[in-house]
């Protein structure tokens, strides 16, 4: 049984730097995501990578700001996010697929864990 928990999130003001972790359990080959769910919208691909975080991608949003990294000793995948901005305000998950396959689609996911609140004032 595979689980993901989130931890990290918190209010933070416009141009800080968070970072979010997500603890994964019985998972192991395969791809792991960040989404993130603003009030009133859609589940938006923030980014992803694969188990051994040498592949990463990231949505145009967050480019050049949010980076994603793995560290598999400890089971946890990393989002670092720097100059964050009001409207990076939003639910975060973590979400995890058994195959190795760049997967930007929610529904492609298999487990996801129970999100991260990041509010970012201005």
């Known amino acids: 049984q595979v689980q993901l928990v989130e931890s990290g999130g918190r209010l933070v003001q416009a141009g800080d730097s968070l970072r979010l972790s997500c603890v994964a359990s019985?998972?192991?080959?395969?791809?792991y995501g960040w989404f993130r769910q603003a009030p009133g919208k859609n589940r938006q691909f923030v980014g992803g990578?694969?188990?051994?975080?040498?592949?990463?991608v990231y949505a145009d949003p967050v480019k050049g700001r949010f980076s994603i990294s793995r560290d598999n000793a400890k089971s946890t995948m990393y989002l670092d996010m720097n100059s964050l901005k009001l409207e990076d305000t939003a639910v975060y998950f973590c979400?995890?697929?058994?195959?190795?396959?760049?997967?930007?689609?929610?529904?492609?996911?298999?487990?996801w864990g129970q999100g991260t609140q990041v509010t970012v004032s201005a």
């Open positions: 019985g998972s192991s080959f395969g791809w």
């Open positions: 979400a995890y697929r058994r195959d190795n396959v760049v997967t930007t689609t929610d529904r492609a996911y298999d487990y």
């Open positions: 990578t694969n188990w051994m975080g040498a592949s990463t």
